[in-house]
């Protein structure tokens, strides 16, 4: 807002009143006529603009993938006889950027004129969102006032996550190595652990995950190695504005997609576990596999709270993670209930890996509190950055 005019244009209002008031007389009525007709059709002119400006905005379809720009066209038209002095365009900027445009830029427009841009758009994260021009906001002959207005047909879009391609990973890789070439160059058979039941043989009891467990626990013999890695991947959204969960969501599936793809290409096979309602299990053995994951996580759905908990004390209780090499959760947050959860998950001396999506990268990244690893991944950089 201009304010040194608006002060100009209020002490000559107030003079004119004045004037009228105090001597009156044909040249005195007109200027204050005059400095009462002026912001009136100030305000007429913006009103006018509002009502007859064009604008149009598209994409090459609504399908996109995240990171990857796309084709965005932009046309801005003055149609009417009068000029245009002072249009911006407002963008969604939350969760995607326009290349070669400022939102804080002016445009003037003569009459009967257009401006046209042809330029890419780049989405942030993966979902469904909003995306392009968000609002107008036109601006008075004397920049006095602006009036702002949504766009009644924004442009929503369905962004499909990135697929990243990791040589290696990160955190962590000297402890895995050395924990798989534990495991293949062993003598012992593989243990995994099951509840007792009457006949089996005592001298098999498995003290600390009974302990865990409270109840009895039997080691279970058996000769086959353990080559498989369990990619627990959160299932609930936990905050209800978009600002916050698009960024954690992406991030989750992305990292959960690029560490089924770095292990299925180093041919070591993947279980990827979440839960919605049900706990679902997805195998991947090889790329054909991978590509059905990825087609599941276009359309992933985040469901109610409590999932992630209920999976972890499912998969906790249950013998299917004591078979695994190594077991990864793909988390928000790490606090005293999933860390009670994942230290039942690692009695039979499985590693546990954690990666978490609310934690920025810090001083003190990795933490390792006994065979569970907790590396901070958070929104901000790239996933293969922070895997």
Do not use: W
């Not at 066209?73 to 365009?89: H, Q």
């Not at 070439?181 to 600390?208: A, C, F, M, W």
């Amino acid at each position: 807002m201009n304010r040194r005019l608006l002060l100009i244009l209020i002490l000559l209002f107030a003079l004119s009143l004045a004037g009228i008031t105090f001597y009156g007389g044909p040249v005195t009525y007109l200027f204050f006529f005059l400095m009462l007709l002026l912001p009136l059709s100030d305000v007429l002119y913006v009103f006018y603009v509002t009502a007859s400006i064009r604008m149009y905005q598209k994409t090459d379809g609504r399908d996109m993938t995240c990171s990857r720009p796309s084709d965005f066209y932009l046309t801005l038209s003055n149609e009417g006889p009068i000029s245009f002095s002072s249009v911006r365009m407002i963008f969604y900027s939350s969760f995607s950027g326009i290349t070669g445009l400022d939102d804080r830029t002016e445009y003037e427009l003569p009459p009967h004129s257009s401006i046209k841009r042809s330029t890419k758009l780049i989405c942030r994260y993966r979902g469904e969102y909003l995306v392009g021009i968000k609002e107008l906001e036109v601006k008075d002959y004397f920049g006095l006032f602006s009036v702002k207005y949504r766009i009644k047909e924004p442009l929503s879009v369905i962004v499909a996550p990135s697929m990243v391609q990791l040589s290696e990973l990160k955190f962590g890789e000297d402890k895995e190595d050395s924990d798989r070439d534990s495991l293949q160059n062993r003598n012992e058979p593989d243990i995994t652990v099951r509840e007792y039941v009457p006949g089996d043989n005592p001298r098999l009891l498995h003290h600390k995950a009974s302990a865990v467990m409270q109840k009895p626990m039997i080691r279970e013999l058996k000769g086959g190695e353990k080559d498989g890695i369990l990619i627990i991947m959160e299932s609930e959204r936990r905050y209800t504005e978009a600002e916050k969960y698009l960024p954690a969501e992406n991030r989750i599936i992305e990292s959960t997609l690029a560490l089924a793809l770095y292990y299925v290409s180093n041919n070591i096979p993947v279980d990827v576990v979440c839960r919605t309602g049900v706990m679902n299990s997805f195998h991947v053995r090889n790329y054909q596999d991978y590509e059905g994951l990825y087609e599941i996580m276009r359309g992933f759905s985040f469901g109610e709270k409590g999932n992630t908990l209920s999976l972890l004390n499912e998969l906790g209780c249950g013998i299917h993670a004591y078979n695994e090499r190594m077991i990864i959760a793909v988390l928000i947050d790490y606090g005293e209930e999933e860390r009670l959860l994942t230290e039942k998950m690692n009695v039979s001396r499985v590693p546990v890996r954690v990666y978490l999506a609310g934690r920025e990268p810090g001083t003190g990244n990795p933490d390792i509190s006994g065979d569970t690893e907790i590396i901070a991944v958070g929104t901000l950089l790239p996933t293969e950055e922070v895997l």
